[in-house]
């Protein structure tokens, strides 16, 4: 998840890389105005990746303490049972 973020940073640094090499002679087609619209919206983009990327994180945290809870509930439900089986 964290190749995400890295993904995303170089995207935006290639993008500024773009706008600051531009000069009158630029055969790209692009304005330099679309050009800023553009990295403003590789800024946006950037910004909802990293938030999604925390999301993630925050989702493997709390599957990571169910799944402890599953086996503590687990574990506790296969003592009974062998107390269970002691008094029998």
Avoid: F, H, P
């Amino acid at each position: 998840m964290s190749d995400l973020a890295q993904i995303s940073q170089e995207i935006d640094n290639n993008v500024i890389t773009a706008l600051s090499d531009i000069d009158a002679n630029d055969k790209s087609g692009l304005t330099l105005q679309e050009l800023r619209k553009l990295d403003k919206m590789m800024q946006t983009y950037r910004g909802a990746l990293v938030d999604n990327l925390g999301k993630l994180q925050r989702l493997d945290e709390n599957i990571a303490l169910e799944e402890t809870r599953l086996k503590t509930v687990t574990e506790a439900d296969r003592l009974a049972i062998e107390r269970c089986d002691l008094r029998s």
